[in-house]
């Protein structure tokens, strides 16, 4: 970016002509927007050193090792097995059966939330007429502007209650719940991107695959589909991260019970609603709040860490297609 | 890029490391006592007493329009950080602070806690309303909400699943619970933790095998069983008497917690509340006012 935005100001020797002033400008003008962008690097860079130190202790402190290690985070304990229990006499820091639950209520987020929205979009961009077009598309992206704590509280009400009546479950708030929950919280985002990949599609595409006589659902299925499949990628990518990181919501609806189960009817506990339910009453710098910042970083690394996997992946088979956006 | 990025953060995060110590001492000289009187009165606690609160607070500012009262919950634990904090001028608490705490004030404000009791509370025990239980015992609590009565069947109710409702941990009722009925043993893992009273009052309200505690104040739509201090004893319902008297085995002490003496103006509205008319406040929220 840098070095295109100099090479342009210093092109050709027939520009001479323009005043030092009109330069001088130029320069502080992007050296504005190169200082805005370099704000938006530098937050993101200090709130992970914050959160770094914070759960650094985790890590060396001798003090919090009395409390809490490395092994007793992941290992079972002899008497309790996998628990959480911070406030406690002995206190037990099981963080698997919260990150059990972030990936389980996740997963059935994005299992309601994925085919639901890629439809729509395929939908929106290749069937609907476009005055339908016009309707559905700011509505379903409206659903993005319903606070988090408004659907929480319509899944912790409603939802809930059609759930345990369908389908018996024992909990009344359970991860089933909150995942559904959440879907309606990533599907604008999921509809959104891949709907902008599948217009993104040339029309040249289609025409070819009609004019040789492929019918439209085979145009769809075989030539539109996969031409604009790493947008697709990245919007589902952009959703788990959406949802591994939803507070609000699972906090309401999903009960909030640290148990490992594997099960999509009992209650269930995330990293977000710990952290959010238990950081307000820490002492500072206790073995708790440090294993909170902790179960933080972990979260923040995970994030990352899929957001720079999803985009290699949709790098190298945007490479593969050979396709362009 | 990725890999110079990598290396960036990890060097910033070793200079941030070594600068905690500062940062932490900065934090405890700006927790200085107050000396100024303010006509504005920040309280913040339990979220089994915000009610009560405010109700307190909206009552004294009608009388006294030059004080300015305001009250927020988020749990007793919440409430005594603030209070060792100085974020709040009187910390409402629902159990009385631990030695740890207590030392803590004393370091960071450089004044003792002042503990101050306010009202009375009587610990309920809700079931849903088709709930056929008559009442329920300390010990047949202490079972199930650690864990080892799982079935209804085990004390004199239908045969299904228990399910547990009750507070997170930074509650002030979860921690009397936990001390009171538990002996201080965990909760079992699979007790739903719910942020308030309402949302667990909520919670058995709709759930008819479900079971939970909090304020008798909150009691709406749900049943609260009465109790037995031990499996010989009478069952006794939570009431204003049974209350007062102590016989209704899990009531408590609500409380007020000033870091040092409070200012003028806070001590006129602590002297109120307990005084006769913030006393009557508190049967109109629900609580029951003091023993005399």
Known sequence: MVSRASTNGERPASHLSLTRQVRWSERLAEALIKGVALVSIASVLLILIFVGKEALPVLTSAE???????????????EAGYMWQPVSEVPKYNVLPLFLGTLKVTFIALLFAVPLSILAALFVSEFAHKRAREIIKPAIELLAGIPSVVIGFFALVVLASWVQRLFGTEHRLNALVAGMGLSFAICPIVFSVSEDALRAVPNSYRSAALALGSTRAQTLLRVVLPAAAPGIAAAVVLGFGRAIGETMIVVL???????????WGTST??????IAQELGEVVVGSAHYDVLFFLGALLFLSTLAINLAGERFVHRMRKQLGGSQ | MPRFLGFLVF?????????????ETGTAAD?????????????KGSDTMVILGQRWAETYMKANPAVT???TGGGSGTGIAALINGSADICESSRPMKDQELASVKTKRNAPAIEVKVALDALAVYVNAKSPLKEISIPQLAKIYGGETTNWKDVGGPNHAIIL?????NSGTYGYFKEHVLANKDFAAATQTLAGTSAVVNAVKGDEFGIGYGGIAYLEGVRALPVKKDD???AVAPSLETAQSGTYPISRFLFFYTAGNPTPTQAKFISWVTGPEGQKVISDVGYYPLPK
Do not use: K, M, W
Not at chain 1, 64 to 78: D, G, K
Not at chain 1, 269 to 274: G, I, N, P, Q, S
Not at chain 2, 11 to 23: D, K
């Open chain 1, 64 to 78: 919090v090792h009395r409390e809490v290690s490395l092994t007793t985070l992941f290992a079972p304990n002899a």
């Open chain 1, 253 to 263: 609806a999903s009960g909030n019970a640290a148990l490992l189960d594997f099960g």
């Open chain 1, 269 to 274: 506990r995330t990293v977000t609603a710990t």
């Open chain 2, 11 to 23: 060097g910033l995060a070793l200079v941030g490391c070594t600068r905690t110590e500062s940062t």
């Open chain 2, 31 to 43: 927790g200085a006592v107050g000396v100024a009187d303010s006509s504005t009165v920040t309280i």
């Open chain 2, 69 to 71: 009262i305001q009250v």
């Open chain 2, 165 to 169: 409702y009750g507070r997170e941990n």
């Open chain 2, 232 to 234: 010989a004893a009478p």
